[in-house]
């Protein structure tokens, strides 16, 4: 498959044929398999031998998308989630425990704030949230009890683009991985490994899926960071009494192997198998998407470029924009559809205006084949204080827009006659 164009590797990865010779993935809707023998069953659950054990853990048709989504990446190998929050929850979950901490960019979703700053911290690991784009700030909070970095590789919602091999180079020094949420950009237009990150994070129910039909995340290992005799990660290094003694250190892909037979089989935030095969079904055309997304994007930007209802707009080709060169680097076929702006009338013509849509929806989501918006201080980012806020760069007046797949006439038609209302 890595001879073979993106294009054919969304349509053909991760399957060639089972015994029924169905052309389309099949839909697998099974909890169970049956063992040849209890020696075979034996084998699995020593993970002496490959094979499906118990739907929460593996699926056929899970394994399919989990390849077909390595394969889009570059990296080696997989694991579903039920959300892209549970794909964050059981990464983070791997790779830290009670007394350890995480840096991560402080503009990130506003929900991952919270899982990260509030929730984590129940747990006892401490994240650290700082600017991504200083490095020296960056390294300064490491320490002997950090285990991972974490980035958005185009932030939500600023459509920040950060310095990903800077990043990593800053991480790989101090032994540690760098981790990427890549979901705004896609594997289409940016693939994060190749720039050096270690662990690359998705919410499936976005762009992979494409048309808001189902939830799910997913975690992929680029298979090469080296956890073995690594000191910040005994975990990997010890032998697991909760499965037969395995050290993960000595298996190949030791993040994804650790992540699906210890977090994944004990928290069962698994992706059904329904989700993973409509997952399918989007992938088949990311790249088509992705192409019309940013073509979207494009108009819209310099549309709202020119209007003297709009204060700025936050889009990393721009000319203004300070990650215009990161952008240039790392996004050359494109920067995604999911950005922001901000109204010269602040709260309440930000309001007036989303009021006023009547094509675009107000929606909690992005990466839709429909176009949508919503304003981050009072919704996705609503459980964050005035200060972090405002230390994120979100005003009351942004909103944030995910552009779809519709006639880029019929999309500024409707966003201009909602700004001639406010």
């Not at 425990?97 to 747990?123: C, N, W």
């Amino acid at each position: 498959m890595d001879n073979l164009g993106f294009a054919t590797r969304c349509l053909h990865a991760g399957y060639e044929g089972d015994a029924t010779h169905a052309c389309a993935v099949p839909l697998h809707a099974t909890n169970a398999y049956t063992f040849d023998n209890t020696e075979h069953a034996r084998q699995l659950f020593a993970l002496e031998t490959g094979g499906n054990i118990y739907s929460r853990i593996m699926n056929p048709t899970c394994d399919v998308l989990e390849k077909r989504l390595s394969a889009l990446e570059g990296g080696q190998a997989g694991v579903l989630a039920a959300s892209g929050h549970a794909a964050m929850t059981m990464a983070f979950l791997t790779l830290a425990q009670a007394g350890d901490e995480i840096i991560s960019a402080r503009a990130i979703y506003g929900g991952a704030v919270s899982l990260l700053g509030k929730t984590l911290k129940l747990m006892g690991i401490t994240v650290r949230f700082v600017d991504i784009h200083d490095l020296s700030a960056v390294a300064a909070q490491i320490n002997d009890k950090t285990r991972a970095i974490f980035c958005e590789t185009i932030g939500n919602p600023l459509a920040d683009v950060p310095d990903i091999a800077a990043l990593a180079e800053v991480a790989h020094k101090h032994g540690l991985p760098l981790v990427a949420d890549n979901t705004i950009a896609s594997p289409y237009l940016l693939r994060p490994f190749e720039h050096g990150a270690d662990i690359v994070i998705h919410s499936t129910t976005k762009f992979l899926t494409g048309n808001g039909t189902c939830m799910g995340g997913a975690v992929l290992d680029a298979g090469s960071f080296n956890w073995k005799s690594n000191a910040r990660f005994p975990a990997f290094n010890e032998p697991d009494a909760s499965y037969h003694g395995v050290v993960y250190a000595d298996l190949p892909c030791a993040f994804a192997v650790k992540l699906r037979t210890h977090i994944l089989r004990d928290m069962g935030a698994c992706q059904s198998a329904f989700n993973a095969w409509l997952t399918l079904l989007g992938v088949e055309t990311l790249p088509l998407r992705m192409e019309r997304h940013c073509r979207n994007a494009e108009a819209v930007v310099k549309f709202l470029q020119a209007s003297d209802k709009v204060e700025s707009v936050n889009y990393p080709t721009l000319a203004s924009s300070p990650y215009r060169a990161n952008a240039a680097n790392y996004l050359p076929k494109g920067a995604s559809s999911v950005f922001s702006f901000t109204l010269a009338g602040g709260r309440e013509a930000a309001i007036t205006f989303c009021d006023s849509l009547k094509m675009l929806k107000i929606v909690a989501n992005l990466g839709d084949c429909r176009s949508m918006v919503n304003c981050p201080a009072t919704t996705t980012h609503s459980q964050l204080s005035d200060s972090q806020l405002a230390e994120a760069g979100i005003a009351p007046g942004l909103i944030r827009i995910s552009l779809g797949l519709e006639d880029a006439a019929d999309i500024l038609d409707d966003l201009k006659q909602a700004l001639a209302l406010v």
